[in-house]
Nanobody, 120 residues
Framework: QVQLVESGGGLVQPGGSLRLSCAAS????????MAWYRQAPGKERELVAT???????NYAAFVKGRFTISRDNGKSTMYLQMNSLKPEDTADYYC??????????????WGQGTQVTVSP
């Protein structure tokens, strides 16, 4: 069993910054691709950014140039640095991890989410 715990959300003014963290714990052999998703009220969950175990990244067009995804494999932790935040970035942010256990079984895990509110 693997647990993903997000932190770092909160209330910030437009133009401000926040840094989200996602810490993985449990029986982990290898964490493969990790990702951040977000879900705004009344909207579908959408992909924000992904990062492979080797550090290759991809971003949704709406955050490119403003958000940076990174990870510390030694700490089993992923980050999302969010700059130049806009009111439309307001959402619950979720981390996702593709994990391989010591028995070579593959699982997909989600965190519980952290709320980000961008408002004057």
């Amino acid at each position: 069993q693997v647990q993903l715990v997000e932190s770092g959300g909160g209330l910030v003014q437009p133009g401000g910054s926040l840094r989200l963290s996602c810490a993985a714990s449990g029986i982990i052999f290898r964490i493969n691709t990790m990702a951040w998703y977000r879900q705004a009220p009344g909207k579908e969950r959408e992909l924000v950014a992904t990062i492979t175990s080797g550090g290759s990244t991809n971003y949704a067009a709406f955050v490119k140039g403003r958000f940076t995804i990174s990870r510390d494999n030694g700490k089993s932790t992923m980050y999302l640095q969010m700059n130049s935040l806009k009111p439309e970035d307001t959402a619950d942010y979720y981390c996702n991890a593709a994990v391989t256990d010591p028995w070579a079984r593959h699982y997909d895990y989600w965190g519980q989410g952290t709320q980000v509110t961008v408002s004057p």
